[in-house]
């Protein structure tokens, strides 16, 4: 795959690490990541296809080489009250052998993060068991696709009730009872609240499931005080055969934030300005954040998905940034800086609309 955009060039070949972003595409009006109509209007994982193969158009166009595809792309699918939307999955089986088939022509790299109501460590049996009829119908889409072992899913650990050490133990428990299929595609990452570097390393050696390094969540949740390139060197190790290891980094909001309050006084909403969260992802990259880490990590090959609000406009201005102030850096995503980079390979500025999506 080869694109040109404007004044450099990018290359995205398997011998380059990919940049990689998360459901909504910005860059490009009118593309969606899955079909969101609400149960009554019929929503089904057939249009949400016909939508994903335009933006797998799209990421060819802009030289993207891995995306994680929105966690609702099969609407309904394991709602428990709507079972005429269980079968749809099976239903486009050929769409997505169709679709697995482009992808892995382009050399595009997949994943699903899975939101934030899966979550097998629960002492709520019900919730543990909907959490894995989510991860299962997921990890069929990828196996429909015949997509390999790159094509992951993503959870965190999940909630504490009151005891880390009990949390943990539930996880590993279940993980033993998951269905072969989610179990071969599951990855588990560090939180930025809860579970930390040393926590999901504990889970990993009871389990040896494969883990995803978030720079901004070790910032945030690190109380063993662990020292980051062994702690990530260490993460790194943990995936499995030939699969190339990948990693979360985004960059924490640094700009007060509005919070409407109500006054006492007057009884209306005011909008007060407070210091912003660290956990919040900013919209586009620190660029000089990002080089520090990829040469202190020079010798530890991994792809990386960018959290960000721009999304995919974020990534294209990163690799803008990387061909400007870090050529070393950029060659080994296959950006080749050809005599500087011009400010309008990133666009209107005023067309980047901040948006949380998936996270």
Known sequence: MQTCQSMYEVIVPDQFLRLGFAAKVLGEPGLKSNDARRWQSGPHLRQSLVYLRAIFDYLARSGIAMYRMSSDLAP????PDLPQF?????????????LGRHARAMGLRLSFHPSQFIVLNSPDRAVVEKSIWDLTSQAEILDYMELGPEAVLVVHVGGVYGDKVSGRARWIDTYYQLPEPVRRRLVLENDDIRFSAADVLAIHDATGV???????????????????????????????????????????????????????????????LQPPIWTGHADFLNPFEFITFL?????????????????????????RDLARYAPDVATRFGVMPDGGVPESTLGSDEQCVPDDGDA
């Open 76 to 79: 309904y699918a394991t709602h």
């Open 86 to 98: 269980h079968h749809q999955i099976r239903e486009c089986a050929a769409e997505l052998g169709d």
């Open 210 to 272: 494969p883990l995803i390094f978030d720079n901004l969540h070790f910032w945030c949740n690190n109380p063993e005080e662990l020292s980051i390139m062994p702690t990530f060197e260490r993460f790194v190790r943990t995936w499995r055969g030939e699969v190339r290891p990948k990693m979360h980094f985004s960059s924490p909001r640094t700009e007060f934030r509005s919070v409407a309050r109500k006054n006492r006084t007057t009884g209306k909403s005011d909008t007060v």
């Open 295 to 319: 040469r202190a990590a020079s010798h530890l090959p991994c792809d990386v998905m960018l959290e960000a609000n721009a999304k995919d406009r974020a990534l294209i201005r990163l690799r």
